[in-house]
């Protein structure tokens, strides 16, 4: 409920005046942004790296209406791994819908391909992001493709859908490497399950299949410490290897628990976004955790008593 109530709000064209180029609280809410230009990114993937954790790179953006801007979007993806100091070990998300999904799906596999081989010369990785659900069959279909010729490109599969655990079977089965996540969309409760103990259980679930499968390239995202425990335990009870998974957290969310992850020996992940498009996925974070919310109000109100 609060999750549906917070998108709702934040949805409103006065509120989302607020977080803008001049709102009061920008400089608050990008906390969870690395900043708006590449060289604000390259600077927190340097300060991510020097403390022993891994770096995904997502220019943030979607739903572009020309072919322009999705080649556009490409070619700011190739930038990002010409101009990262060792690419070899980066990954970059990308969304297929900022890539021409929507004007046509063989524009966004020729603009997502072009990305795929550019990271494959310089050993770095792509990782698709999944999108609200009526997109998923279509990204799915132009993962698949991708992997033929580019095995290394994964995809993230969204634990609040219904569909996603049998997506995670066939994707296992095709060994496409797979990111599990919760998911951050407003989706209706046909799709969806509509609470969070409920998304909670399916993430378990398809958790428990995705690591105790062997082989493969399990990517955990959560910052939740009851199923970061439970990821731990089923890689201890089938003896699958550290070096073979990963755990995924976001820029600005849980620094604690990410750098305890990194001294304990597994392999830690942060997703860095940058761009000038970072309301609707600030958005989605605020929805996603109350206490996202709860910061930004705080501030706020001490912002006001100070003006």
């Not at 609280?25 to 690395?34: E, G, I, P, Y």
């Not at 995670?168 to 989706?187: D, M, N, T």
């Not at 605020?286 to 109000?297: G, S």
Request: glycine letters at 8%; a positive charge.
């Amino acid at each position: 409920m609060l999750r549906t109530v917070v998108l709702s709000v934040t949805g409103n064209p006065l509120v989302r005046g607020l977080f803008g180029s001049r709102g009061p609280v920008r400089s608050l809410a990008l906390r969870f942004v690395a900043g708006e230009t590449l060289e604000d990114a390259l600077r927190v993937v340097d300060e991510v790296r020097s403390s022993g954790r891994l770096v995904t790179v997502d220019h943030l953006g979607e739903n572009v209406t020309t072919p322009a801007e999705a080649r556009s979007a490409a070619t700011d993806y190739v930038k990002v791994l010409e101009r990262a100091p060792q690419s070899e070990g980066l990954n970059v998300a990308v969304k297929l819908t900022q890539l021409g999904l929507d004007l046509a799906p063989d524009l966004a596999l020729d603009n997502t391909g072009a990305v795929v081989a550019a990271a494959a010369k310089l050993g770095a990785t792509v990782t698709v992001d999944m999108e609200s659900s009526g997109y998923v069959t279509a990204i799915l279909d132009i993962v698949r493709r991708l992997h033929v010729s580019h095995p290394s490109v994964g995809v993230a599969l969204q634990a609040s859908l219904h569909r996603s655990g049998k997506d995670l079977e066939e994707l296992i089965e095709a060994g496409v490497p797979v990111r599990l996540c919760k998911g951050a969309y407003r989706e209706p409760s046909h799709v969806a399950y509509p609470r969070k103990s409920q998304v909670d259980a399916n993430y378990a679930g398809m958790l428990e299949m995705l690591l105790a499968t062997p082989g493969g390239y399990p990517m955990v995202a959560t910052h939740d410490p009851a199923l970061v425990a439970r990821a731990k335990r089923i890689v201890a009870a089938t003896g699958r290897p550290r070096d073979s998974f990963e755990f995924q957290m976001l820029y600005g969310v849980r620094p604690d628990l990410q750098t305890a992850l990194a001294r304990q020996g597994y392999r830690m992940r942060v997703y860095v976004p940058y761009g000038s498009e970072w309301y609707p996925y600030l958005t989605r974070r605020m929805a996603e955790r109350p206490a996202n919310l709860v910061f930004f109000l705080s501030h706020l109100r001490a912002r006001s008593g100070r003006s």
